[in-house]
């Protein structure tokens, strides 16, 4: 479970000063999956296409695989920007499918939201949509495709990809790597597999709308099949940038060989902290940022590890990044210190103030081939409602400033993700009588368990409130709520 099994925090949070500069140290090994050239229009946005490509996922002799990505890529390009920018993306839909895109944990703009149907319209085929907003925090972020209809098929295709807004005076680093996992169910040709048995849904089977969501059997790693390798100079202080942008895999992400540093959950920084038994549980949408040293000597093992894959998300346990220790040795740096934590979010979240809901999520296992067709009823429940019904209306409104504490009461026989658009959140302790050291934009709700959170109501608007696994989103579990 993502509650205190993360949260242990060390002592490495010291505040003492620290003279090496992010440039001196950055200018000694460029970033790994850099990003893409910028696609610039004359009016100061930056083009961002929905397209078809082929490229290879699975290893030869395996055929290329065609995808659909963000510029013909997947993950899409990296885009990064400094807090405070004002983002401008001209959204430019090539596929076939109307669509949007959502800036996943972005304290945005309502009307910047991507949430069809609520906060926009889908971007029909061969139209363009402008996004245009400013970044307030610092952060490790992501985007994808976003859709009323068949959103789970358009991110399994591959389109989603990193946000990167960097801080006004980053922690010290030698090197930054990004670590984007996505997994993949490919035929042994290297050709995606789609499901027409499914009817109205194109790409994943009923049992992964019912059940734990479409889990791909190859595991990727920006791309590449799983290990990819690494090289650097040993003794080197890595600033890793983790993100499971799998549709539905929950991952127990273990690090071997060194000592991960937890800066960042979800795009806000936090006190560094050391995960507990040096193991993250890392769900479908969720990103951390990490700081660590990796051995001084060459040729020792360092590596990023997925174990318990047989109870998370199938398969053995295996590498997602091996780093390969050659050359001379780095000088050791001074204790880690992670950036400021940001002082716009609220010290504290007055609970005896709070308006409180608790929100049954039921369902799945229903789902039948004889109901499988155009017009088949949702799978998910969220208060006993799903699809249509359920947003009629928003399953609460609220005042702008007020506190909100919500239970998440998972009836069913799958873990649950839950993911709230337009705040980050506190994920409380069983009793109420305190939270966990970090912001979030979504919660792991095991089967059979109740996970409670909180937050200040502080940016207006409709906001999607919604499972995170892609499969149940699109099958009834989305809802919104209201802040006036």
């Not at 507990?276 to 020792?300: C, I, N």
């Not at 979010?345 to 789902?367: F, H, Q, S, W, Y």
């Not at 305190?434 to 502080?458: L, M, N």
Request: glycine share 12%.
């Amino acid at each position: 479970t993502p509650s205190r099994s993360i949260a242990n925090a060390s002592d490495a949070g010291s505040d003492a000063p620290m003279t090496i500069t992010r440039r001196t140290l950055m200018a000694a090994g460029a970033a790994i999956f850099a990003p893409a050239p910028v696609s610039a229009q004359s009016d100061g946005f930056r083009g961002l296409e929905a397209r078809r490509a082929t490229t290879r996922i699975a290893p030869e002799p395996a055929a290329e695989t065609e995808i659909w990505g963000f510029d013909g890529t997947t993950p899409g390009p990296v885009l990064r920007y400094r807090q405070g920018d004002e983002v401008k993306i001209r959204f430019v839909n090539r596929l076939d499918h109307p669509m949007a895109i959502h800036w996943g944990g972005v304290r945005i703009d309502n009307s910047m939201d991507g949430a069809p149907g609520l906060t926009q319209k889908p971007v029909p085929p061969g139209q363009s949509f402008d996004y245009r907003f400013t970044v307030p925090d610092a952060g490790t972020y992501w985007y994808h495709a976003a859709s009323e209809t068949g959103m789970d098929e358009l991110t399994a295709r591959g389109l989603c990809g990193l946000l990167i807004v960097e801080e006004t005076e980053p922690p010290p680093a030698h090197r930054e790597v990004i670590a984007v996992i996505q997994d993949w169910r490919l035929d042994p040709k290297g050709a995606l597999e789609t499901c027409s048995a499914a009817g109205r849904h194109s790409f994943s089977s009923l049992a992964d709308y019912a059940g734990a969501g479409r889990i791909g059997g190859l595991v990727t790693c920006n791309r590449i099949a799983a290990p990819q390798r690494v090289e650097i100079e040993p003794g080197s202080r890595v600033r890793l940038r983790l993100a499971n942008l799998a549709n539905a895999r929950i991952m127990a992400v273990t690090f071997e060989g060194f000592l991960p540093l937890v800066i960042g959950v979800d795009g806000q920084p936090c006190g560094a902290f050391e995960p507990v038994r040096r193991t993250l549980p890392v769900g479908p949408g969720a990103r951390f940022d990490l700081l660590f040293d990796l051995p001084s000597g060459a040729g020792e093992r360092a590596a990023i590890r997925m174990t318990g894959t047989d109870s998370f998300g199938g398969g053995p346990d295996r590498d997602l990044l091996a780093f390969d220790l050659k050359g001379a040795a780095r000088p050791p740096l001074p204790k880690i210190v992670g950036p400021a934590l940001n002082q716009a979010l609220p010290p504290v979240i007055r609970l005896d103030k709070a308006t409180r809901l608790d929100l049954n999520i039921e369902g799945g296992g229903e789902m039948k081939p004889a109901c499988s067709g155009p017009g088949a009823p949702p799978v998910w429940r969220i208060k006993g409602k799903s699809g249509k019904a359920l947003n009629e209306k928003p399953l609460f409104s609220v005042s702008r400033g007020t506190p909100v504490s919500l239970g998440f009461i998972n009836k069913t026989r799958v873990a649950q993700i839950i993911r709230l658009h337009g705040h980050v959140l506190r994920q409380l302790h069983l009793l109420d009588d305190g939270w966990e050291p970090y912001w979030r934009d979504s919660v792991i709700v095991p089967p059979g368990k109740t996970v409670r959170v909180a937050f200040v109501a502080d940016n207006p608007g409709k906001w999607r409130l919604a499972g995170g696994v892609m499969e149940h989103a699109v099958s009834g579990m989305w809802a919104w709520y209201e802040v006036k």
